[in-house]
C-alpha cells in the first residue's frame, strides 16, 4: 500500500495528464488525476482526499487507486505545494499551446467550434481548424459505442495523412470532465513535455466539473 508522507503535494505528470482526459468513460484513477487537477494548487496528500478523489469507500482502496497511477508515473510528489499556471486563458494558452508540436501551431477548440486559443496559426486559419476539430470530435462522440469495439486497436487521435500516411495534421478529443475540447496539433506532437500537463491542469481548473 502506498504510504503517506508526511508534507507531500501532488502533481500530475504529462503522462498523468493523457490518462486523465484521453478517453471519457470514467474510472477511480482519471477521476483521482482530474479532481487533483482541479485544484489551483497542488493538494496535500492525506488518506482523506485520497478517498475523495478515487471516490473509494476505505483508505486501503483509495491508496491504491493512487499507488498504481504512481506505477504508472502519473503522478509527482512535491515538499511544497506548486500552483496552477496563473492569469486569463486567453494570455495563458497561446504560449501552452506552442509547446505541443515540433511546428509551434496548435488550436484549442470547444465542441462548437468555437476558437478558445491557437499557437502558430493566422486568425482565419485558426478558425478554420477549429471548426473541423469540432465536426471531428463530434463524430468521435457519435460513433464512441462502434469505436469501442476496436478494443486495442482503437487510437486516441485522428489524423489528416498523405499517401504514404504521415500525418501533417492530427486531432485530439480531450475529455476535461464534462467538457468535451478539440485540440489540432500541426506536425509531432509533443504531449510529453510539462506544457501539457499544464494546459490540461489550466483547463481542468476552468472547465473540469467533475
Given amino acids: 500500500m502506498l504510504e503517506i508522507v508526511p508534507g507531500s503535494y501532488l502533481t500530475v505528470t504529462p503522462s498523468g495528464a493523457w490518462h486523465a482526459i484521453a478517453r471519457a468513460d470514467e474510472n477511480a484513477e482519471r477521476r483521482a488525476l482530474l479532481s487533483i487537477m482541479h485544484e489551483a494548487s497542488s493538494p496535500l496528500l492525506s488518506t482523506a482526499q485520497a478517498r475523495t478523489w478515487t471516490a473509494c469507500d476505505n483508505d486501503e482502496a483509495a491508496l491504491d487507486v493512487l499507488l498504481r497511477l504512481q506505477e504508472k508515473a502519473c503522478l509527482e510528489a512535491w515538499p511544497e505545494p506548486r500552483p496552477a499556471p496563473s492569469g486569463t486563458l486567453e494570455e495563458t494558452l497561446p504560449a501552452l499551446l506552442a ?32 471548426a473541423v476539430g469540432a465536426d471531428i470530435l463530434s463524430v468521435a462522440e457519435r460513433q464512441s459505442k462502434a469505436l469501442s469495439q476496436l478494443g486495442d486497436h482503437l487510437l486516441d487521435g485522428w489524423g489528416n495523412v498523405d499517401a504514404a500516411g504521415i500525418s501533417g495534421l492530427s486531432f485530439w478529443p480531450m475529455h476535461i470532465g464534462k467538457t468535451r475540447l478539440a485540440l489540432t496539433v500541426s506536425g509531432r506532437p509533443r504531449f510529453n513535455q510539462r506544457a501539457f500537463a499544464d494546459l490540461v491542469w489550466t483547463l481542468c481548473v476552468r472547465y473540469g466539473e467533475l
Fill in 99 to 130: 509547446g505541443l508540436s515540433d511546428t509551434h501551431q496548435a488550436v484549442l477548440a470547444d465542441s462548437m467550434g468555437f476558437c478558445l486559443a491557437s499557437a502558430g496559426y493566422d486568425t482565419d486559419t485558426a478558425e478554420a481548424l477549429a
